[in-house]
């Protein structure tokens, strides 16, 4: 069932912001049973298998998405493939690691934890092909579906695990993170049933169409796309807690104050323009494709204009109720710390518009056949965040601020960037077929 594109981006839109909604409100039954020793164990695994994810699932759905929708005919088997191997070597990864990990954190709980987990790596590198071929057929409610029913899983179930276990710490975090792989598993088969209907009798391993070549072509940048900023918030949180601890400032407290809280709420947005990006792929790719490229431009620009007119009203409303936000979402914090997170709740407002507008432009470059020029883009922001983060924070008195700085400047950067690439390619293109023109014009001479 294909959907208009303001209809796709407002059914995944609408999916991943019940989705965010409710991972949030799971957060509260969650820290009531598990409290905060329970809740740090459970943080302590997700840096691992976040980073796993990104490498066997991130770049899938709109790489894949891109392909299908122009005209690949069987690279969604090609795909199930290549990712089964590599999600399944993920899931063998972050088992053999649960060991290490447990010991070099010096929480024991970590090794049963990281078990239970370990299996979804696999089970979310198949579930991100079928959504991705979805998108690239242009209908977003197996996405969304699955969104949804896999968050509806894992609170659920993690829920009453945590509750029948929560005499027992280590038994309940763990079960806790076991409901993960449950929800991923559950919306994994009810995608790949999807898939089945759709495509009949077809068996899900079919022999191969696509080369893994051009699978690859789009999924590998897009999955270094994906990395670009975990790796810097990463080098960020050391070299800003380092700096404002030497400058005799309360650093973890700070720190946590922007990205625990501030980041947070910035992010919101993003979320609810998601959709925006994910059904602008198969509206721009097969005109890209066929050479079109003025008209996938154009798609991509509407994309980016429906992406700008939606964001900015929210960056708008962070400037005048980040007090309300701050109370409602983080009521438990201090005066003090209220009153940091509302000033750089503000100081940070515009990059509701940016990340927006850098998740919209990523895949319409993708869907252009330029998925390397975001990989780049991403890249050589993420290195001036963490770079410009240190100079602001070293050689002024902006503390904290310094970094909320840097996030804005990394974001607006990466955003002209991908501007200045998409209308490049436009013009490049009508000057090629120019030069062409003038060529055979001469030759029939």
């Known amino acids: 069932m294909k959907q208009s594109y303001l209809k796709g ?16 409100v799971y957060r509260i039954p969650l820290t009531a049973f598990l409290g905060g020793r329970g809740m740090g164990i459970y943080q302590m695994v997700y840096p691992l298998y976040c980073i796993l ?28 493939r290549l990712y089964s191997v590599i999600g399944l070597v993920g899931t063998v990864i972050m088992y053999a690691l649960s060991a290490p990990l447990a010991a070099l954190q010096g929480e024991p709980a970590v090794r049963l934890c990281c078990v239970m987990l370990c299996p979804s790596v696999f089970f979310v590198s198949v579930l991100s092909v079928v959504r991705g071929y979805f998108q ?8 969304a579906v699955t969104e949804v029913s896999e968050q509806v899983v894992k609170v659920a179930l993690g829920c009453f695990t945590a509750y029948v276990f929560r005499r027992n710490l280590t038994l309940a975090v763990a079960s806790t993170l076991f409901a ?18 759709k ?11 696509v080369p893994f070549g051009d699978i690859a072509a789009y999924t590998v940048p897009l999955t270094l796309t994906a990395i670009a900023q975990p790796l810097s918030q990463l080098a960020e949180s050391v070299i800003t807690v380092r700096l404002l601890a030497a400058a005799g400032e309360s650093a973890t407290v700070l720190y946590g104050v922007y990205s625990g809280c501030a980041v947070t709420i910035i992010n919101l947005p993003a979320s609810l323009t998601y959709g925006l990006a994910a059904a602008g792929v198969p509206k721009i790719a097969p005109l890209a494709e066929r050479g079109d490229i003025a008209a996938a431009k154009k798609s991509a620009m509407n994309a980016l204009l429906y992406t700008f007119l939606v964001s900015l009203p929210m960056a708008i409303a962070l400037l005048a109720f980040a007090p309300l936000a701050a109370k409602l979402i983080f009521g438990s914090l201090g005066a003090e710390e209220k009153n940091l997170l509302i000033f750089l709740v503000r100081v940070c407002a515009v ?17 252009l056949g330029k998925p390397r020029v975001g990989a780049a883009t991403q890249w050589i922001s993420a ?5 410009l983060t240190a100079v602001l924070i070293k050689f002024t008195n902006l503390s904290i601020t310094g970094a909320a700085i840097s996030s804005d400047c990394c974001y607006l950067v990466a955003t002209l960037i991908n501007f200045w690439y998409i ?13 062409l023109g003038r060529r055979r014009r001469r030759a029939d001479a």
Not at 56 to 68: E, F, H, K, N, Q
């Open 180 to 197: 993960v792989t449950a929800s991923e598993v559950f919306a994994c088969a009810a995608a790949v049933i999807w898939y089945r209907r």
């Open 383 to 387: 290195i001036l965040r963490v770079a």
């Open 423 to 435: 209308i490049r390619e436009g013009g490049g293109y009508e000057n090629n077929v120019d030069r």
């Open 53 to 80: 994810l990104t490498v066997s699932a991130s770049g899938i759905p709109t790489g894949v998405a891109r392909l299908i929708s122009s005209g690949k005919s069987g690279a969604e088997s090609q795909a199930f």
């Open 136 to 143: 690239g057929m242009g209908n977003m409610y197996p996405t």
């Open 351 to 367: 990059n509701a518009v940016t990340i927006s507008l850098v998740q919209t432009s990523s895949a319409a470059l993708t869907a």
């Open 9 to 24: 981006a407002l059914i995944i839109s609408a999916g991943g912001f019940l989705s965010k909604v409710l991972g949030a």
């Open 199 to 209: 495509r009949g009798v077809r068996p899900l391993y079919s022999p191969a169409v």
